[in-house]
């Protein structure tokens, strides 16, 4: 369930979880990435068509080598897409996705989100469709960590924007007063023996991976973080959760904690869990 804070009334709503951002959407980057791939193909494929006789007058071997070239990356496009695509809709556990993770990440995510430009498609839904479309890669990985291998990390805008205690510096100076779901999180944290953090920036949250150097991390944030904090701590895998902003970016925003349950349940080893 959802629930809002309304400061005037002294009063938690609790809302239908339907409420929240929709993050299973992976339809829309798998589509665009897919187009993305195909124009590519197209484009290297009429450069070679233009170059191709200028390398037959320097040598039939080197053109005949640039064909093959062509045609080897041409291969590895459409059984990239393939193995991707089997990944995101059945979870998989493909030995190379991994590495269909980083490619997506690194080289896909800049030019899919070009095209999502170019046909007017907004930047917001195609983070939050890739961010779907990775979390269903790491849950293709079906990797199990100890606890202390885990980190959390949270964004400084979950707290209520009236609360006073620096809990940047120490989470659990927090008074779990219930107004925001900090007292939630740190329940959590506390249960499943995980380190949890927040971060007012992306120097703070590289700092605490450097000092934390987690296996795993839980990540909570917005699209554009999560997807920029994604590409840049990668090869660490990082499950995203979306928060969600009923009052507009950046202030008191919330997440579907039970999606942290969920997580930590699927990737904490068995004989570590205590509840
Ligand atoms: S739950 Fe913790 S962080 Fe949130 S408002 Fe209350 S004391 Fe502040």
């Known amino acids: ?48 068509w233009l170059i191709s006789p200028r390398l037959h007058e320097i040598s039939s071997v080197l053109a005949g080598l640039s064909l093959t070239a062509l045609r080897v990356f041409f291969l590895i496009l459409l059984v990239g897409t393939v193995v991707v695509l089997l990944i995101s809709y059945t979870e998989y556990n493909l030995l190379v996705a991994r590495f269909a993770i980083g490619a997506y990440i690194k080289i896909l995510f800049p030019i899919t989100l070009l095209l999502g430009r170019l046909l007017g498609i907004s930047k917001e839904k195609i983070r939050e469709s890739f961010v779907c479309v990775n979390n269903s890669f790491i849950n293709a990985l079906k990797k199990k960590f100890k606890s202390s291998n885990l980190l959390i990390l949270l964004p400084h805008c979950l707290q209520n924007i009236e609360c006073d205690i620096r809990i940047t510096t120490d989470i ?41 150097k987690p296996k795993f991390i839980i990540a909570v944030a917005c699209d554009r973080d999560l997807v920029e904090g994604l590409r840049e701590v990668f090869p660490i895998p990082v499950y995203g959760v979306l928060n969600i902003r009923p009052e507009g970016p950046c202030v008191n925003t919330q997440v579907a904690t039970k999606k942290i349950q969920q997580a930590l349940d699927a990737l904490i080893l068995n004989e570590q869990k205590e509840r």
């Open 1 to 48: 369930m959802l629930s809002v804070w309304v400061p005037e009334l002294d009063l938690r709503i609790v809302l239908p979880m339907d409420f929240r951002i929709n993050t299973k959407e992976k339809n829309l980057f798998l589509i665009l990435s897919t187009i993305s791939l195909i124009l590519m193909m197209v484009v290297t494929t009429l450069l070679w």
């Open 172 to 212: 659990n100076k927090c008074r779990k007063c219930g107004k925001c779901n900090i007292a939630e999180l740190c329940a959590i944290s506390d249960r499943y023996k995980v380190k949890m953090a927040i971060a007012t920036g992306g120097t703070l949250a590289r700092k605490i991976i450097i000092d934390n």
